[in-house]
């Protein structure tokens, strides 16, 4: 089994921890199998964030970034509120 035979096409992901290491893997190969991914990191200043919505967006997924402590009650219910805003539904949720 291959990419090709995974498909995530129309789904709708949220990956914490999404910057780089296994988050990041998660959220290149959600988008490269076709879901829209959100992204959140406690950590955004050093731009990695940002280039793997870059990443998202070359498979010509929607990416969408986010700020988030996932020890803060009030930032996951903010996130959850902006991918729903955005995305309209939540279909993988990887920490």
Do not use: C, H, P
Not at 30 to 57: C, P, T
């Amino acid at each position: 089994m291959g990419i090709a035979d995974f498909s995530l096409e129309g789904k709708k992901a949220v990956v914490v921890g999404g910057r780089k290491g296994l988050g990041k893997a998660y959220a290149l190969t959600f988008a490269e199998a076709g879901a829209d991914v959100a992204i959140a990191d406690v950590e955004v200043a050093d731009g990695l964030l940002d280039d793997v919505a870059e990443k998202i967006r070359a498979f010509g997924r929607r990416a969408l970034t986010a700020q988030v402590d996932i020890s803060k009650k009030a930032d996951i219910d903010n996130l959850v509120q902006k991918v729903m805003a955005e995305f309209g539904t939540i279909d993988i949720w990887a920490n």
